[in-house]
T-cell receptor, first 109, second 113 residues
C-alpha cells in the first residue's frame, strides 16, 4: 500500500519554468523525504524535511510541509532538461519507508 | 566514499527458477532495505536488515527472502519465479534508523520469461 499520493501524476513544462509537485500522506510522520528517479534507475535522495519544519531549501529545490493538512510540496525553480525524471515523496509508517505514487516530470528544451 | 552497488544489473530467468541478488551498502552503514518496483504497483517495501537481523518485512510471499552478512552486504532471494516477479529490485543503504536518509543502488532489472 502507498502512504503518499503525488499530484499531478505527470507534468510537462518548458526549460526555465518552475515545477510544483504535491504529496499527501495519511498518518503522522517524523519526517518526509523527496527522491528523484531517472528512467529505470536508482533513486536519488533530494531533501528531508522534519515534522517540526515548515520549509526547507536546497539549491533550486524548495520543500514545504503542512502537517495539519498532511501534505508537502516540492518546487523546482528554473527547471532544466536534466530535471526530467520521476519524483517521489516518502514517509515512514510502521518502521517502513513508504513511497508515494510519483510525479513524472518532463522538461522540454 | 563508494556508493551502493548492486549485482547483477540485469537478469533474465524463466518461470520456476530461483534468483539471488546482491547489494553492498555504503561503508559504515549497518542497514539495508530492499524494494520492488513495477509499473502497476509502484515502489513496494520488501524487507530491511540491520546488523544481520531482519528488522522489518513487507507484505510479500515467503518466496522472497533475504539475509545480511557481518560486513553488511545483503542478498535477496526469490524462489519459484513467477512472471509477475519481473521488476526493478532496488536496495538502499541506511546508516542506522529507517527514518534516516536512504541511499539507493542502481537496481537489478529482473525479467522472468
Amino acid at each position: 500500500s502507498q502512504q503518499g499520493e503525488e499530484d499531478p501524476q505527470a507534468l510537462s513544462i518548458q526549460e526555465g519554468e518552475n515545477a510544483t509537485m504535491n504529496c499527501s500522506y495519511k498518518t503522522s510522520i517524523n519526517n518526509l523525504q523527496w527522491y528523484r528517479q531517472n528512467s529505470g534507475r536508482g533513486l536519488v535522495h533530494l531533501i528531508l524535511i522534519r515534522s517540526n519544519e515548515r520549509e526547507k531549501h536546497s539549491g533550486r529545490l524548495r520543500v514545504t510541509l503542512d502537517t495539519s493538512k498532511k501534505s508537502s510540496s516540492l518546487l523546482i525553480t528554473a527547471s532544466r532538461a536534466a530535471d526530467t525524471a520521476s519524483y517521489f515523496c516518502a514517509t515512514v509508517r510502521t518502521d517502513k519507508l513508504i513511497f508515494g505514487t510519483g510525479t513524472r516530470l518532463q522538461v522540454f528544451p | 566514499k563508494a556508493g551502493v552497488t548492486q549485482t547483477p544489473r540485469y537478469l533474465i530467468k524463466t518461470r520456476g527458477q530461483q534468483v539471488t541478488l546482491s547489494c553492498s551498502p555504503i561503508s559504515g552503514h549497518r542497514s539495508v532495505s530492499w524494494y520492488q518496483q513495477t509499473p502497476g504497483q509502484g515502489l513496494q517495501f520488501l524487507f530491511e536488515y540491520f546488523s544481520e537481523t531482519q528488522r522489518n518485512k513487507g507484505n510479500f510471499p515467503g518466496r522472497f527472502s533475504g539475509r545480511q552478512f557481518s560486513n553488511s552486504r545483503s542478498e535477496m532471494n526469490v524462489s519459484t519465479l513467477e512472471l509477475g516477479d519481473s521488476a526493478l529490485y532496488l536496495c538502499a543503504s541506511i546508516r542506522d534508523s529507517t527514518t534516516d536518509t536512504q541511499y539507493f543502488g542502481p537496481g537489478t532489472r529482473l525479467t522472468v520469461l
